[in-house]
């Protein structure tokens, strides 16, 4: 009968073991933040924040600069080609890009504590995790918000959803 009880609780630690390592070790999925800046070495932003968007498209800035300049020297050469049904022209310079459907938008005051609070994301993490929620694909993150800074601490907050790759 001794022998029984301390089976008992030695199956009880167990069991606590168990449940108190899943429960410490499993965490919650947090939102994540990716501050967009207009003068990014990495990225160009193809999105007018004056007006109501349903879209943000972030460019490779490198080859999307290359293409611009690309084009130029075309057009004064007389061989740029583009075709409107397609959206492609002749260059066949391939510009990588992600495009970002806007779920919701709201104005927001984040002071510097709050801001540093966040679990701010950077374009590699982007381009790396962004199309994993759509993909099935297993992911860290609840949501992703863009925040696009107006003022000192005054910023407008987009959730952003569907991830259209084009890489």
């Known amino acids: 009968m001794k022998h029984l009880e301390i089976m008992n609780v030695k199956i009880k630690i167990l069991l606590f073991f168990i449940l108190f390592t899943n429960l410490s070790f499993s965490q919650k999925k947090q939102d994540v933040y990716f501050l967009l800046k207009k003068n990014s070495n990495k990225y160009l932003i193809a999105a007018d924040f004056n007006k109501k968007i349903e879209h943000?498209?972030?460019f490779k800035k490198k080859e999307y600069l290359l293409h611009k300049t690309k084009?130029?020297?075309a057009k004064k050469n007389g061989t740029y080609?583009?075709?409107?049904?397609s959206g492609r022209d002749n260059l066949k310079i391939?510009?990588?890009?992600?495009t970002f459907e806007i779920i919701s938008r709201e104005k927001a005051e984040i002071?510097?504590?709050?801001?540093?609070?966040?679990k701010l994301i950077d374009y590699k993490w982007i381009q790396n995790n962004s199309w994993k929620k759509i993909?099935?694909?297993p992911y860290d993150f609840k949501d992703i918000y863009f925040l696009y800074k107006t003022e000192k601490n005054n910023y407008i907050?987009?959730?952003?959803?569907?991830?259209?790759?084009e890489y």
């Open 56 to 58: 943000i498209t972030l």
């Open 71 to 73: 084009v130029k020297e």
């Open 81 to 85: 080609e583009y075709n409107h049904e």
């Open 94 to 98: 391939h510009v990588p890009k992600l």
């Open 111 to 118: 002071t510097d504590c709050e801001f540093f609070k966040l």
């Open 135 to 137: 993909a099935k694909q």
């Open 157 to 165: 907050s987009y959730k952003v959803g569907l991830t259209i790759v």
